[in-house]
């Protein structure tokens, strides 16, 4: 009797350091049914909210476009067309057009559609006015729906998107609760230090996107699609949506290039020499990487592989220095043991 609390403690220490108890197959199937389950209700609510809410959503969406450095060109003029509170669109007008005139030297323009009363008569008019600049709400690109099913399918992009961005941390956590339990202590050690880096890298390369690259990037299309001669003016709502949102998440996925590479030379399948000798290959996965997880446009490549390349510079470096720390630590040992 006296051993009993010895042997509890020891069974409780094996389970500590085995990952906890045994569980039978069927189990782990329940539990994983229970695990998509939740996530998937979890997704389903959130994109309900979603859908509802896509105007707020779309103007988050938006928010990059409306920081987008476009430059129009000092021989061209902004035009707004209004109709009360409302913007109609916005034109870019040459020298050549017959709008300029009416601006004189002004570079911005506002088309007020009005009534006027000519006679007994109720005519819609025009009033010419002069703005001392652009509002900075507005693009000089409008983003429009094309077709009477257009917005039922941006509404169901916001929708699916919006969704998984929501819900992503709620079906992290019951994955979480599903694969932990299972790992034992220093393997959770390792992946609760993985996922703190992963995680802040991820969130890291999808702020860089929005906040720096993404303007940009938006401002190079539009130049681009001009120096072929094509108005950029407006752009259809589902395919901006789509090139945002993937943009972001190619991103974020980019930027956790350290963390995969990192945690194979720790585990040995890679070292410094090896990734030293890859950096050609290196350099035309970051571009191929660039095409498949945003939109295969030469810009857009260079912009997501230029960081994706310093990223893998330094994941090289960490290695060489922890190669270097292990080879000082072999030598003390050595040292010590002679």
């Known amino acids: 009797m006296a051993d009993e609390p010895e042997a509890e403690r020891l069974e409780l220490q094996d389970e500590e350091e085995e990952g906890g108890p045994v569980k039978s197959f069927l189990e782990h199937l329940e539990d994983l049914r229970w695990v998509l389950i939740k996530s998937l209700s979890a997704a389903g609510v959130a994109m309900v909210v979603c859908f509802f809410a896509g105007n707020h959503v779309f103007q988050v969406l938006k928010w990059p476009l409306n920081r987008a450095p476009i430059y129009t060109g000092p021989d061209s003029q902004v035009v707004r067309v209004m109709l009360g509170t409302n913007q109609l669109g916005v034109f870019h007008a040459g020298t050549n057009d017959a709008l300029t005139s009416l601006a004189g030297t002004n570079r911005h323009l506002r ?71 299972a790992l034992k202590i220093h393997e959770k050690k390792y992946i609760y230090r993985g996922l703190a880096f992963g995680i802040g890298l991820f969130l890291t390369g999808v702020c860089f996107c929005y906040f720096v690259m993404m303007p940009v990037a938006l401002a190079v299309s539009a130049k681009y699609a001009e120096w072929f001669g094509f108005k950029a003016n407006q752009w259809r709502a589902e395919e901006y949506i789509s090139f945002v949102c993937k943009f972001m998440f190619g991103m974020g996925l980019g930027f956790e290039m350290p963390v995969v590479i990192l945690t194979l030379v720790k585990i040995g399948l890679l070292n410094y020499g090896i990734l030293k000798a890859a950096r050609r290959y290196v350099i035309v996965i970051a571009f191929v990487l660039g095409a498949i997880l945003t939109t295969p446009e030469v810009i857009t490549q260079i912009l997501m592989a230029i960081p994706l390349l310093l990223l893998y510079e330094i994941s090289v470096w960490i290695a060489w220095y922890w190669e270097r720390q292990e080879k000082k630590r072999e030598a003390q040992e050595q040292g010590s043991a002679q």
């Open 111 to 181: 088309l007020d559609i009005t009534p006027v009363t000519v006679g007994t008569n109720t005519v819609l008019g025009v009033r010419v006015e002069t703005e001392s600049q652009a509002p900075s709400q507005d693009s000089p690109i409008d983003i429009v729906s094309l077709g009477p099913a257009a917005a039922f399918v941006v509404a169901t992009k916001i929708a699916f998107y919006g969704g998984l961005a929501v819900a992503s941390p709620f079906i992290f956590y019951f994955v979480a609760n599903f694969v932990f339990p």
